[in-house]
């Protein structure tokens, strides 16, 4: 009968242990608990199960949340807990793609290092088709190999098709990281005579101090 209860009373001691070594439960859910950064409470939801490659109303992932608001932290804490590094939102876009536009390159960086698949071209194709002014996203995205003078499907090339936008800072960015002010379209058309047909002096002034010529088709 001793034995017994010795043995009750040891089972209950370990039971106790058990209990105290775990963690309360998150009292914040997981997506506020990220948008915050709240590492507390994310550690809890990794510690009491919760999944964290769930989707949430918008169609995103933990991972991709944590990408665009560029928490290092978060992300890290995620990866090295099974969040899934190549798994795509409701848009098809991994969360590198999303730390990339968000202007979020040490994010980016990470991932990268990490193990996510990527094509710089089409990174960049993607940051000239959103607008996105940032001179550490084209620096970046050129180390990684995008050819900023490639010639896309369409028979334009990054600057070109920012001279179009009107966006002057990136296609100051992009002639700073290399892009060639003469490289005509497949149609012959030189990145001056595209800003003369936006009519934007200040790129065309830009332009010329670089070295661009008129040359039309």
Request: hydrophobic share 45%; net charge neutral.
């Amino acid at each position: 009968m001793k034995i017994t209860n010795l043995s009750l009373t040891v089972f209950l001691l370990v039971l106790m242990l058990a209990a105290c070594g775990k963690p309360d439960e998150p009292t914040l859910g997981l997506y506020p608990a990220i948008h915050s950064g709240d590492i507390n409470q994310i550690n809890r939801h990794i510690l009491w199960g919760t999944d964290i490659n769930q989707v949430d109303a918008d169609g995103r992932r933990p991972l991709h949340v944590a990408a665009a608001q560029g928490s290092q932290v978060v992300v890290k804490l995620l990866l090295k807990n099974g969040a899934d590094i190549g798994a795509l939102d409701r848009e098809g876009h991994s969360a590198l793609y999303v730390a990339v536009m968000n202007g979020r390159t040490r994010v980016a960086e990470l991932l990268i290092k990490q193990g996510a698949p990527y094509d710089a071209n089409e990174l960049l194709d993607e940051a000239v088709s959103n607008n996105l002014a940032d001179r550490d996203v084209i620096r970046l995205l050129v180390s990684l190999g995008a050819q900023i003078n490639r010639i896309d499907a369409n028979g334009s090339t990054p600057l070109l098709r920012a001279i179009t936008r009107n966006n002057r800072v990136l296609v100051k960015h992009l002639i700073a990281e290399g892009a060639d002010v003469n490289q005509k379209d497949s149609d012959g058309r030189s990145p001056l005579v595209a800003a003369e047909e936006v009519g934007d002096t200040d790129i065309i002034r830009m332009l010329r101090r670089n070295g661009a010529r008129l040359a039309k088709p």
